[in-house]
């Protein structure tokens, strides 16, 4: 278990409304990203923080931002949610305490947006 | 552009089976690939391959990566119904600005009947 809590697990929402979802994690790690999972397309990444503040943007970034205020806490914002942001929402990190570069998972969030 | 392909997306054999997932790339600045299982829920962690030729092992599943030939397999003896998930391949970037991303492949669906 790499201490990593996702909220909230389901939502659904209308198009054009906001979204937050929320990352947590207790190990203090440095790195965090988040994914998007869909049929056929694997896992892809939205946005990824590696420090307090600092952020960039993954390969399917479009109608997403992210924060990271704090080391435990990132999260991810659909400013006006869309259908084709209906998936399901992975949130990682980076194991960088003991330097072996794994990446843990979290429970995901399943979006639906109508 | 970066890519990783698996091969084949989908497979259905019987307990006892041996089986072969593929996985090709094609990415600058390879640091390491990654194997996880996803059974309906988070994608958990398999293996971490950064050596050409070196088998990691783990019960009844195995992994080896060439970094000359761009691939990676991962090979699952006396296959049982709970090896059953979609098994998923991923390259992590090296670098500085690259903060240990991934990219994944589209996954390999393996049922295993009884």
């Known amino acids: 278990d790499a201490g990593i809590t996702q909220s909230p697990r389901h939502k659904v929402t209308e198009t054009g409304t906001p979204v937050t979802l929320r990352c947590h994690q207790t190990e203090n790690h440095r790195y965090m990203y988040w994914y998007r999972q869909d049929p056929g397309h694997g896992l892809r990444l939205i946005h990824y923080?590696?420090?307090?503040?600092?952020?960039d943007k993954g390969e399917v970034s479009d109608g997403y931002s992210v924060s990271r205020s704090k080391t435990e806490d990132f999260l991810l914002t659909l400013e006006s949610a869309t259908s084709s942001q209906t998936s399901v929402y992975f949130c990682a990190i980076r194991e960088s305490v003991l330097g072996t570069n794994e990446q843990y998972f979290g429970p995901g969030t399943r979006l639906t947006v109508t | 552009e970066d890519k990783v392909v698996q091969s084949p997306l989908s497979l259905v054999v019987h307990e006892g089976d041996t089986v072969t997932l593929n996985c090709s790339y094609e990415?600058?600045?390879?640091?390491?690939l990654l194997w996880y299982k996803q059974e309906k829920k988070a994608p958990t962690f398999l293996f971490m391959l950064t050596s050409s030729g070196i088998e990691k092992k783990s019960g009844r599943l195995s992994s080896i990566l060439d970094k000359k030939e761009l691939f990676s397999i991962l090979n699952i003896t006396a296959t049982q119904t709970g090896d059953s998930a979609i098994y998923l391949c991923?390259?992590?970037?090296?670098?500085?600005?690259?903060?240990?991303?991934?990219?994944f492949g589209q996954g390999t669906i393996l049922t295993v009947h009884p």
């Open positions: 991923a390259v992590q970037f090296a670098g500085g600005t690259s903060y240990g991303k991934l990219t």
């Open positions: 990415v600058t600045n390879f640091r390491s």
């Open positions: 923080s590696y420090g307090v503040k600092d952020t």
